[in-house]
């Protein structure tokens, strides 16, 4: 079972002590075994802390390290528990924030969680623990990228698996077709190791990089600069069936700043795009998601494009089965 430490603002009396109890249930029910100072090692006040010693640093602290994982119940705030969470993400462990529904949780206590979970009753949390503990193995993993519809698939792709979003910010530009492979890998690996340096101070992480470019009579296309751009090229590829998705996908398995594992794969996805009134095109247009895609489009959001061979997930922008596949090993 994994073993977490559950720090929590206690008020001596039976109210909390139930609290306690049901929490503990909760957890035990989803295959975790907590460890809470006021009962474990206080004992409720029977066991107090001895002469010269104190409860933070000669107590908490030590089991925080042997935790697996630090829970804090952040219903009501108090600064023994942002003491806990500070030292626990210097240890680089994993916090989960548990509070109850409308609870306030602070920017600092969000800065450092991995996840926060809102419950009314306590058995709400199992449902989520059971996920955790099922995925603990999994490293965090951080989406190289900025892009609405690589969040998305990778939501769907991960379900219950979270994940982190860091943008790279790294410049996107469109080469000449000799070498569209080598031109697409190097700048989603270049995603990569950019996010990869930004979180060089962080433990074992999973690092997905991802780089799109639309091919259309052999030339990479990029993001339009401008409307005039995009409205000119989705005139020019209307009526087409060899419209092609280049996908570069990298997948870094990092601790600091040291390469633990690196795989690639680069896919390709051909569509075809009907041949739309110009009124239809003006509205996609002012959808306002054009300057966001390679293309001008994404076949996600445009009705008139359609997948005629390869991966849907390669046409939108992100090979998920290689993301998938990666994770299901590990």
């Given at each position: 079972m994994v073993k977490a430490f559950m720090s929590l603002k206690f008020h001596d009396g039976e109210e909390d002590k139930q609290k306690v109890n049901d929490i503990t249930v909760a957890l035990e029910n989803a295959g975790i075994i907590n460890y809470v100072m006021v009962r474990d090692c206080e004992k409720y006040g029977k066991s107090p802390i001895p002469e010269g010693l104190n409860l933070m640093p000669?107590?908490?602290?030590?089991?925080?390290?042997?935790?697996?994982?630090?829970?804090?119940?952040?219903?009501?705030?108090?600064?023994?528990?942002?003491?806990?969470?500070?030292?626990?993400?210097?240890l680089d462990k994993p916090i989960y924030v548990i509070a109850k529904t409308g609870s306030d949780i602070s920017s600092t206590m969000k800065s450092v969680a991995r996840e926060i979970i809102f419950y009314d009753k306590p058995e709400d949390l199992t449902p989520r623990f059971k996920e955790i503990a099922k995925n603990f193995h999994i490293p965090p993993?951080?989406?190289?990228?900025?892009?609405?519809?690589?969040?998305?698939m990778l939501k769907e792709t991960l379900g219950a698996i979270p994940f982190s979003v860091i943008?790279?910010?790294?410049?996107?530009?469109?080469?000449?077709?000799?070498?569209?492979?080598?031109?697409?890998?190097?700048?989603?690996?270049?995603?990569?190791?950019?996010?990869?340096?930004?979180?060089?101070?962080?433990?074992?992480r999973i690092i997905i990089g991802c780089d799109q470019n639309i091919v259309f009579n052999n030339t990479l296309i990029g993001k339009p600069k401008n409307m005039t751009e995009a409205y000119e090229l989705l005139c020019s590829m209307q009526g087409s069936n060899q419209i092609y998705s280049h996908?570069?996908?990298?997948?870094?398995?990092?601790?600091?700043?040291?390469?633990?594992k690196q795989t690639a794969k680069y896919d390709i996805a051909r569509m075809s795009m009907d041949k739309i009134s110009e009124d239809e095109l003006i509205s996609f247009l002012e959808k306002?998601?054009?300057?966001?895609?390679?293309?001008?489009?994404?076949?996600?959001?445009?009705?008139f494009v359609h997948l005629e061979e390869g991966s849907m997930s390669t046409a939108m922008g992100m090979t998920t089965e290689f993301v998938k596949d990666f994770i299901s090993k590990i």
């Amino acid at each position: 079972m994994v073993k977490a430490f559950m720090s929590l603002k206690f008020h001596d009396g039976e109210e909390d002590k139930q609290k306690v109890n049901d929490i503990t249930v909760a957890l035990e029910n989803a295959g975790i075994i907590n460890y809470v100072m006021v009962r474990d090692c206080e004992k409720y006040g029977k066991s107090p802390i001895p002469e010269g010693l104190n409860l933070m640093p000669d107590f908490a602290f030590p089991k925080m390290a042997e935790s697996d994982m630090l829970i804090v119940e952040f219903t009501e705030k108090g600064v023994g528990l942002g003491m806990g969470a500070g030292f626990t993400s210097a240890l680089d462990k994993p916090i989960y924030v548990i509070a109850k529904t409308g609870s306030d949780i602070s920017s600092t206590m969000k800065s450092v969680a991995r996840e926060i979970i809102f419950y009314d009753k306590p058995e709400d949390l199992t449902p989520r623990f059971k996920e955790i503990a099922k995925n603990f193995h999994i490293p965090p993993i951080i989406l190289a990228s900025q892009s609405e519809y690589r969040k998305k698939m990778l939501k769907e792709t991960l379900g219950a698996i979270p994940f982190s979003v860091i943008a790279s910010h790294s410049e996107e530009i469109s080469f000449d077709s000799d070498e569209f492979d080598a031109q697409l890998k190097g700048i989603a690996l270049q995603k990569a190791l950019t996010v990869l340096n930004l979180t060089r101070h962080r433990g074992k992480r999973i690092i997905i990089g991802c780089d799109q470019n639309i091919v259309f009579n052999n030339t990479l296309i990029g993001k339009p600069k401008n409307m005039t751009e995009a409205y000119e090229l989705l005139c020019s590829m209307q009526g087409s069936n060899q419209i092609y998705s280049h996908v570069a996908n990298v997948i870094i398995i990092a601790d600091k700043d040291n390469i633990v594992k690196q795989t690639a794969k680069y896919d390709i996805a051909r569509m075809s795009m009907d041949k739309i009134s110009e009124d239809e095109l003006i509205s996609f247009l002012e959808k306002g998601t054009t300057l966001k895609c390679c293309g001008g489009f994404n076949i996600s959001d445009a009705p008139f494009v359609h997948l005629e061979e390869g991966s849907m997930s390669t046409a939108m922008g992100m090979t998920t089965e290689f993301v998938k596949d990666f994770i299901s090993k590990i």
